[in-house]
């Protein structure tokens, strides 16, 4: 199935670290989504971008909508233990109303 | 408001049988989507159901079928089970883009 470049593919960072991922597509898209996951639980939305260079903030958490529409990046501010997790963006276009994943990226936070 | 709710938590069944999994979406959304997603892999789109209509489906082969009911909640069934489908089920509801899911069901075959 179709899935979003997305990197890196894990990240090991100590507590008190800023961590920045990135997604990238072919296609263009509406909507673009940043999402965590927890083991054997369901996604958990982080941020819903709408606008090409669209830059919005939740908490420590920042992404950003690419200009060109194909990519957005995530930043984590100061990073505590309980950010460990997956996350995945996601894109959304509304022609086809499918929402496509990235491959995700496994956050380890150390005390 | 209730969130997106599945059930089963966890089904388990054998080689060849038929799984049905259920899904209710946020109150007032008329779409639901399902995802599957294999073992420490990422989500792979697999129905969309709106007003009771099947929009659009995924790489996924004829057996994986489902419908919407009046109530707008959904159903995801599963015939001819094989050993690939353990996986972890998703299913959402979308309001304005934003796709928010449920806690999902877990199916092992075995």
């Known amino acids: 199935g179709q899935q979003l470049n997305q990197s890196p593919q894990s990240m090991f960072i100590q507590e008190g670290e800023d961590v920045s991922m990135n997604c990238t597509s072919s296609?263009?898209?509406?909507?673009w989504l940043w999402y965590k996951q927890d083991p054997g639980e369901g996604p958990v939305l982080l941020i819903a971008l709408y606008k090409a260079g669209e830059l919005t903030s939740n908490g420590r958490l920042t992404a950003q909508f690419g200009i060109t529409r194909k990519d957005s990046f995530l930043n984590i501010s100061a990073s505590i233990p309980s950010d460990v997790g997956i996350y995945f963006c996601a894109g959304h276009n509304y022609n086809t109303d499918k929402l496509i994943f990235g491959t995700g990226t496994r956050l380890q936070v150390f005390p | 408001e209730a969130g997106v709710t599945q059930s089963p938590t966890h089904l388990i069944k054998t080689r060849g049988q038929q799984a049905t999994l259920r899904c209710s979406p946020i109150?007032?959304?008329?779409?639901v989507y399902w995802y599957q997603q294999a073992l420490g892999l990422g989500l792979q789109f697999l129905l969309w159901?709106?007003?009771?209509?099947?929009?659009n489906r995924g790489n996924f082969p004829p057996r994986f079928s489902g419908r919407q009911f009046p109530n707008y909640s959904s159903e995801l069934n599963v015939n001819a089970l094989e050993l690939e489908d353990s996986a972890l089920y998703l299913c959402a509801s979308s309001w304005g883009g934003a796709f928010l899911f449920g806690p999902g069901t877990r199916l092992t075959v075995t």
């Open positions: 296609s263009i898209f509406n909507t």
């Open positions: 159901y709106d007003e009771g209509e099947e929009r």
């Open positions: 109150s007032g959304h008329t779409s």
